[in-house]
């Protein structure tokens, strides 16, 4: 895929059958859905494409099994663990086991129970790791890739500190990271955000790009920020001037650098680089009409910068970039968002080319399908 440019002509009718089908998002990837901290003895429903999943903690190992008993459709999260390495449904004692998903006793039929000797009586099991702090399920066809495909490696760095934060939002997924590829939103939505208050955000942002690189896994966002005043036909000068923020740090002669780093990658996943950390924005799609927002902050330090940096997270960096910034400010626009039908302008240059990259390089079928 070549780069894509701002040139008004990217934003026209739409060419990506695959992305607009995706309701329930791309599957044959890893997804984040928990902290790995969350998940105890006491099972926990989530849903992942769309799919119900229960998952269960065994001897420190993550398991995940289908959230349904195919008894009487009881969620198997509901269910109680009477043995080791088993699930238990909490109607009948219809029990399973944990690895495999199979049948392994119907307590109240007694020991000999002819039913757990049929094969087809199973709950589809899923594939399990943890890394970086979360859970990771796979969804998708077999035989499944290494989690590691799917997970940014500087989370995996043997020095990352990793915080991470799992909240469950309205809006469909797409929508989520549209909102977070989309480059001018952040002009305006985020002007007055507590996290920017010290901060001369630019108004505007010409010669938008998105260019692949790391061996194609990445789309790397590029632009001219524009931090002057602009003249208004008709309404006047914005934005406004504040005496308390201060410029970018870095310059390329007169010209500021804008100071962060976007990076988007497959299957819903932003890197956004600040000065001295990185945040992974991870957008994993639930049912058309929620998702998971998977923030995973990360520095990598040891010893005492590690627990400087998790008392600068949990102190400010937290609330006012995760919960003000990502929660309510932008949870409000994509749960209220309503597309298509839509009106595309040149800064969504970078909405279009990040369909056209799911459409043209996301994971299909290992059989081909």
Excluded at 52 to 68: P, S, T
Excluded at 176 to 196: G, Q
């Amino acid at each position: 895929m070549n780069e894509v440019q701002s040139t008004g002509e990217e934003v026209g009718d739409r060419v990506w059958p695959r992305y607009d089908e995706a309701t329930l998002g791309l599957r044959h990837y890893w997804y984040p859905v928990l902290e790995s901290r969350r998940l105890r003895k006491q099972p926990r429903p989530v849903t992942l494409l769309g799919e119900k999943i229960v998952l269960v903690r065994e001897g420190g190992q993550a398991f995940a099994l289908n959230d349904r008993c195919p008894h009487r459709g009881i969620p198997l999260s509901m269910g109680r663990r009477e043995f080791p390495g088993k699930l238990t449904c909490v109607f009948h004692g219809w029990t399973f086991d944990l690895a495999s998903g199979e049948l392994v006793a119907a307590l109240t039929d007694g020991p000999d129970s002819p039913v757990c000797a049929t094969a087809e009586v199973k709950v589809q099991s899923y594939p399990v790791e943890e890394r970086a702090g979360l859970i990771w399920v796979y969804v998708g066809d077999e035989p499944h890739p290494p989690v590691e495909d799917d997970i940014p490696e500087n989370l995996l760095k043997p020095n990352a500190v990793v915080e991470p934060m799992v909240d469950l939002r309205k809006g469909n997924w797409r929508y989520a990271m549209e909102t977070a590829v989309d480059i001018s939103h952040a002009k305006y939505l985020h002007r007055r955000t507590p996290f920017y208050f010290f901060s001369h955000v630019p108004g505007y942002q010409t010669n938008v790009r998105m260019t692949p690189l790391g061996g194609g896994i990445w789309l790397n966002r590029t632009s001219t920020p524009e931090y002057t005043q602009g003249d208004y036909p008709g309404i006047g000068k914005w934005p406004p001037k504040y005496f308390w923020k201060r410029g970018p740090k870095q310059k390329i002669g007169d010209q500021p650098i804008y100071p962060r780093q976007f990076w988007a990658r497959l299957p819903a996943i932003l890197s956004v680089q600040h000065y001295t950390w990185h945040d992974y924005q991870i957008f994993v799609p639930v049912d058309e009409n929620h998702h998971l927002t998977v923030l995973a902050s990360v520095r990598w330090t040891r010893g005492l910068g590690a627990w400087l940096w998790r008392l600068r997270f949990w102190t400010y960096l937290r609330f006012l970039h995760h919960i003000v910034l990502n929660r309510w400010e932008d949870g409000d626009v994509i749960a209220a968002m309503d597309s298509p039908p839509e009106q595309l302008f040149r800064p969504d240059t970078a909405i279009v080319a990040w369909r056209r990259w799911c459409d043209e390089k996301a994971r299909r079928s290992p059989s081909g399908s």
